[in-house]
């Protein structure tokens, strides 16, 4: 399930995936990466490209839409979890909003469809 879900990810424009750890972020956009599994790795990016990631699929024991009120907008994304419960990597939808901090609503319904298309549930096990 963790591969069908970062490939319906990788299907949207305009995503920024975060990995994120105590000493190190790394910020990865989309732009029509591939993405290929082999045993329990997945790699997101072409290994001979500039960017790529490798995720242990293994690790990954959920993921969690989230909205999140932030100051001045809503922030919205897709986080994924290792079986401590510590955040591995996220998936952020940017461009949500026009120069006006307006919502996009077209942008919006992107989530929103891929949280139906996964149940409507905030929390999905991966495995």
Known sequence: MLKQILEDILKIDDILFVVKNQGAVSEIRNNFLPIRQKDNWITIGDDKGTCHMHINADNISKARFVIEEKTERISYSV?????????????????MYDEDKNLNQKRKS??????????????????
Do not use: C, P, S
């Not at 994924?80 to 940017?94: G, I, M, S």
């Not at 992107?110 to 495995?127: A, V, W």
């Open 110 to 127: 992107l989530f929103d469809n891929l949280f139906k298309k996964y149940g409507e549930q905030e929390t999905i096990m991966t495995h």
């Open 79 to 95: 986080m994924f979890f290792d079986k401590n419960d510590e955040r591995v990597l996220t998936a952020f939808f940017t461009k």
